[in-house]
């Protein structure tokens, strides 16, 4: 069956400007995550969804992300007035329900200019 | 806090070689231990997990790892590496079974030299 997929694939804009990353997960997966994978580093927790609610957004790096899941479906990571510093990996998950493996996306490369 | 540490940002190894990748973690509760793999421009994919049991751990494409609680460690081991195996490998905790949020060190790269 298709896995996680995200989109875009990589993503080059300018400072300043605002940006939406979007996650398909595995259909039927009730929880959903995003990570940041800065170069050379491991992956850092940024959100988490269960169903469309997200009960711990405390790995969100400053107020200037957000992310919304509609029902057990698709979700957005919007990063507004991009700074050089968000330029990463940003990799998405899905599992069963809470606890259960995680199946990750391939990724949407970002580059803030 | 949980914590991983993976040593050695880069292993290599010759083909036919032992592969040995390195973890240590902290935790303050009985931890539940992973190992992903990601290939150039591909998402993670889990090579294996402990949870609980035996602390001897077999995974995909040969690959298995060892909990010892006393080490606080859960070493990565393959008896023989294959030009495919190079990637970079990922440890990762979380806090069981109900635990949303996993804990990843910071990736070792495996070289594999013919």
């Known amino acids: 069956g298709a896995g996680v997929s995200q989109s875009p694939s990589n993503k080059v804009t300018e400072k300043g400007k605002d940006v939406e990353l979007r996650c398909d997960p595995i259909?039927?997966?009730?929880?959903l995550y995003w990570y940041r994978q800065r170069l050379g580093q491991g992956l850092e927790f940024l959100i988490y969804f269960q169903g469309n609610s997200a009960p711990d957004k405390s790995g969100l790096p400053s107020d200037r992300f957000s992310a919304e899941r509609t029902g057990e479906s698709v979700s957005t990571l919007t990063i507004q007035r991009t700074q050089q510093e968000d330029s990463a990996v940003y990799l998405c998950?899905?599992?069963?329900?809470?606890?259960?493996?995680?199946?990750f996306g391939p990724g949407t490369r970002l580059t803030v200019l | 806090a949980q914590s991983v540490t993976q040593l050695g940002s880069h292993v290599s190894v010759s083909e036919g070689a032992l592969v040995l990748l390195r973890c240590n973690y902290s935790?303050?509760?009985?931890?539940?231990l992973f190992w992903y793999v990601q290939y150039p421009n591909q998402g993670l994919q889990l090579l294996l997990k402990y949870t609980t049991g035996a602390t001897l751990v077999k995974g995909i494409n040969g690959f298995e790892a060892e909990f010892k609680k006393s080490e606080t460690s859960f070493h990565l081991t393959k008896p023989s590496a294959h030009m495919s195996d190079a990637a970079e490998y990922f440890c990762?905790?979380?806090?069981?079974?109900?635990?949303?949020?996993?804990?990843f060190g910071s990736g070792t790269r495996l070289l594999v030299r013919p």
């Open positions: 935790s303050s509760v009985p931890p539940y």
């Open positions: 990762a905790v979380s806090l069981g079974d109900s635990s949303y949020k996993l804990i």
């Open positions: 998950a899905s599992s069963a329900r809470t606890g259960k493996e995680q199946f």
């Open positions: 259909s039927g997966h009730t929880a």
